[in-house]
């Protein structure tokens, strides 16, 4: 059984700088796989090389096995690749409704669809509806994704890339700029998460990483400094040293 | 041939001078300029009223019509241009078209739509023979200013501290205001130099390229395929492509002369495909 | 499975944007009752017609996609010439069967061009549209055995609509053929944007990052579109071409993208409606200047612009009808009127500040008249 997601020795190069240099990694299917590293350590190229958003200077990407090295970004998507965004990417003039709906119906095959009005989909509304309220936001559905507030704006983030049905689902720091009191609402959210679907959590937050991952990557300086379960991680001084004050435990 | 040649690098270093204000400011401050040619024409027309009807000498007229140009960039900018800096693209085109459409239809109003010449020096009339081959003296003139002021502007960017201003704040502007250079004065003396320049060269040009109220509209795309095609980041950038696309009009033009326009609109649009930022940008540009 | 009440909310709220509001109702209901309320004026109601098809071809890529244009007069052009010359050379001798295949050159035109549109920056697309479409107007211009060059195409002659409806020199029945045109492809483009593609559209100028990463491949949609209002502004110029049996090169012209340009700014994008009513209001404007001042009209078109673009739509046409106004009764030169230019950008502050607190006391005088409204219905039994 092939791993949900593999790279083998990816390369990003920008002018002399190695951005990304040699990083090679399984994720397992329906496991819970972090992506730790201090700033600047290359983690959000990573997630964009995986995602097509940045071509690679060398190396492969595998999901499941297939090789998607060359294969553009949204046609990643169709595979059943996903990811959220760091910085909230959502359609500010799109209400919640219709951006999770454009998501369903681009998976669906629909989304090209010019003939018949948004909204005549019987099952493309359920389901739109139905992950609406998994994240809490069939209360401002309707309205206008500008005016949301930021923790609202970031459990779309989320559901948008839920609503693809992802094999594998890529978290670029999902809990990132949401006040403390919103927090626990993206956490429970990202714990609750269907089994089948693999997750690769970038993050900062050590609380998060070590109450949600099974298995931990360190990436320092564009290269996987340590790579395995939890205990093993939190235990390598090695670790605690690259995170200079930092503490592991806390 | 030679001859084709050198016309062809007149031409081309007669669009520089006329295309690198609009190149500076597009890089500068990301603002498409559309009413660069007006200012052309404006300093073509204050030459032509100064040399012609009040007989005052070419190279003085010349002179006169950078100084007038600027001041007029100038004062555009202060009072106008400066309140759609902010605006997205294409508010700004709207907004430099009206201006192109208002200096047109007022020098149409004024001077006539016929085409006019500014009368030239006898020196500077006819040609002179070298190695055999036949030069215009015009045009060697216009190589030979042109080239100076390339030389100089080369300089005044490399070798004065505002010329390390400029590409400070070109490179990056809010950086360079972050460290405490002014922007935007730096930007309006960039403006109106680059709009006295457009106006030089629109004086020098009138012999050459013809001058008339639809000038900024002709040439317009002319001074845009050049900095589309010489990038922003530079002046070698627009120079080697105002070169380029000096040469290859003329030579089009007399070669193949059916198609010879179509010469330097493929070219632009091969450039286009192959490189979308120009070029000579670099990667790493807006 | 969710609860029926929120799922008949949903589908009421995603099918919003498709009702047609009684304002839509009103304006065609207006559009119809024009032919038999004027028909004096139907020659420029015709201009109208097309022109404002013209415009919802550009509005369909500008205001949907957010692709600048400054070229859009290429599909223009090549639809008229195409419709001329199927009609001077009796190819297709049925103007709305030319009419079609008019729009179909100038949609092969766009699907073909439209690659080089993706790429790039703004500017690169800016001048990209302008080079192409200056390259229409050069071959145009080059073969003036097949288009008449710079005198234009002469002796067209259109035969009757579906064969019974003869073109008359007063323009009625070529006012009805051009509003029914403009009818029938606004009904279709308001079907495509309230689809799922119209919606995917949004969501592409909005965020084409995004876009891609739900799997939507914006370059298709883009192409998509971009060929779609070629095929829009094809059938536009074919109509001008049927309507005046003439074509020349000015259709290709750079004015004639920036007038477009001009409509779309008065009007709004991305409704849909703003290059129709645009067109309204630019013919109008460009017939009240034209009568005042026949000759340099542009000039005053030129002040419009620079105005709508630093105050706004209803505050830059209000100043530019003021400046306007005092030049005319002052004799002002244009000299003297770009002087008051001058004064008026010199002063932008000032009148931004002004105008913002009027904004603000207009703001306050609805709301105090709605509440009064709310507050004597609630009074009656």
Redesign the interface.
């Known amino acids: 059984m092939p791993a949900a997601l593999e790279t083998v020795d990816l390369q990003k190069h920008f002018g002399g700088i190695a951005a990304v240099a040699g990083v090679s990694f399984k994720v397992e299917r329906g496991a819970r796989h972090a992506l730790i590293g201090p700033n600047g350590a290359g983690k959000t190229t990573v997630i964009n090389l995986l ?1 097509g ?1 940045l071509r690679p200077s060398a190396g492969r990407i595998l999901l499941a096995g297939e090789d998607i090295t060359l294969v ?4 990643r ?2 595979r059943g690749l ?2 959220t ?1 760091q910085i909230n ?7 919640p ?3 999770v ?3 369903i ?3 669906m095959g ?11 989909h ?1 099952s493309v ?2 389901e ?3 992950i609406l ?1 998994r994240f809490h936001l ?1 209360d401002v ?2 309205e206008r994704t500008g005016n949301l507030p930021y923790g609202k704006q970031r459990l779309l983030e989320i559901a ?2 839920i ?2 049905r992802p094999r594998v689902l890529l978290l670029d720091e999902p809990a990132a700029g949401v006040p403390e009191d919103e927090r626990h609402e993206i956490l429970a959210t990202v714990a609750a998460l269907p089994a089948d679907v693999t997750v690769l959590l970038i993050e900062h937050d050590m609380d998060i990483v070590f109450s949600f991952a099974d298995r931990i990557s360190v990436l320092v300086n564009g290269a996987l400094f340590v790579d395995g379960a939890p205990e093993q991680v939190a235990s390598d001084p090695r670790v605690k040293a690259v995170y200079l004050g930092e503490s592991l435990d806390a | 041939m030679l001859t084709i040649l050198f016309d062809g690098v007149a031409y081309g270093m007669l669009l520089f001078v006329l295309a690198c204000g609009l190149s500076v400011t597009l890089g500068l401050m990301n603002f498409v300029n559309l009413a660069h040619g007006a200012f052309a024409m404006a300093g073509g027309y204050v030459t032509l009223l100064l040399v012609n009807r009040a007989g005052v000498p070419f190279f003085a007229g010349l002179a006169v019509a950078f100084l007038v140009t600027a001041l007029i960039g100038l004062l555009f900018e202060r009072t106008l241009y400066v309140h759609v800096y902010a605006k997205n693209h294409l508010e700004q085109v709207l907004f430099t078209i009206g201006l192109v459409f208002m200096s047109v239809a007022a020098v149409d109003h004024v001077m006539g739509s016929q085409q006019v010449f500014i009368n030239i020096p006898s020196v500077l009339q006819g040609q002179i023979q070298i190695f055999g081959v036949g030069i215009g003296r015009y045009r060697l003139l216009i190589i030979v200013i042109c080239g100076l002021l390339t030389l100089g502007l080369q300089l005044i960017l490399s070798g004065t501290r505002f010329g390390s201003r400029l590409r400070a704040s070109v490179d990056d502007a809010r950086v360079a205001g972050g460290l405490g250079i002014n922007v935007n004065a730096v930007f309006s003396l960039t403006f109106a130099f680059g709009s006295g320049l457009a106006g030089l060269g629109g004086a020098l040009g009138a012999e050459i390229l013809g001058l008339d109220p639809t000038f900024p509209l002709k040439y317009l795309v002319y001074f845009l395929i050049v900095v589309t095609v010489g990038g922003t980041s530079s002046i070698t950038g627009p120079f080697v492509a105002s070169l380029l696309i000096g040469i290859a009009d003329v030579a089009g033009k007399y070669y193949v002369p059916k198609f010879g326009a179509f010469v330097i609109y493929t070219i632009m649009i091969v450039v286009l495909i192959l490189r979308p930022q120009g070029l000579f940008a670099r990667a790493a540009g807006k | 499975m969710p609860p029926t009440a929120l799922l008949e909310q949903a589908t009421r709220h995603l099918a919003l944007r498709a009702r047609w509001r009684p304002l839509e109702y009103a304006f065609w209901l207006a559009a119809l009752a024009s032919v038999f309320l004027f028909p004096g004026r139907h020659l420029i109601l015709t201009e109208i017609a097309w022109l404002a098809l013209f415009a919802l071809s550009l509005d369909l890529i500008l205001g949907y996609a957010g692709i600048i244009s400054l070229g859009h007069a290429a599909f223009f052009g090549l639809g008229s010439y195409a419709a001329a010359l199927l009609a001077k050379h009796e190819i297709i001798n049925e103007p709305v069967a030319a009419l079609f295949v008019s729009g179909l050159a100038a949609a092969v035109l766009g699907f073909a061009t439209s690659f080089l549109v993706l790429r790039g920056s703004d500017l690169t697309r800016l001048m990209v549209t302008l080079g192409i479409a200056l390259i229409m107007r050069e071959i145009a211009n080059q073969i003036p055995e097949l288009t008449g060059g710079a005198d234009g195409l002469q002796g067209v002659v259109i035969a009757p609509i579906l064969g019974t409806f003869q073109l008359d020199i007063f323009g009625h029945v070529g006012y009805v053929y051009c509003l029914s045109v403009l009818f029938v492809l606004f009904l279709l483009a308001r079907r495509v944007v309230c689809s799922p593609f119209g919606l995917s559209l949004r969501a592409v100028k909005g965020n084409p990052l995004r876009s891609a990463s739900i799997g939507i491949s914006v370059n298709a949609r883009l192409v998509a579109i971009y060929t779609f209002a070629a095929f829009y502004a094809g059938v536009a110029g074919a109509l001008l071409a049927q309507t005046t049996a003439f074509a020349s090169l000015d259709v290709f012209s750079l004015e004639r993208s920036a007038d477009l340009l001009l409509v779309l700014i008065i009007g709004g994008t991305g409704y849909l409606y703003g290059g129709l009513v645009g067109a309204v209001a630019f013919k109008f404007i460009q017939d009240a200047l034209a009568t005042f001042d026949p000759q340099y009209w542009q000039y005053w078109i030129g002040l419009l612009l620079v105005l709508l673009v630093l105050f706004g739509r209803i505050y830059g046409g209000v100043i530019a009808a003021a400046v306007f106004g005092v030049s005319y009764w002052l004799r002002l030169s244009f000299f003297e009127c770009a002087l008051i230019l001058l004064a008026v950008g010199a002063g932008y502050r000032h009148i931004r500040g002004w105008l913002d607190r009027l904004d603000a006391r207009v703001l306050e005088f609805i709301r105090g008249a709605r509440s009064a409204r709310a507050a004597l219905l609630q009074r009656r039994p």
């Open positions: 995602t958003v553009e970004p949204h046609k998507v169709r996903a990811r965004f990417q959502l359609f500010l003039d799109l209400t409704l219709e951006s709906g454009l998501a119906a681009e998976r629909a989304g090209a669809q010019w003939w018949r009005p948004v909204g005549t019987a509304v359920e739109i509806v139905e309220a069939t559905m309707h948008l890339a609503a693809c």
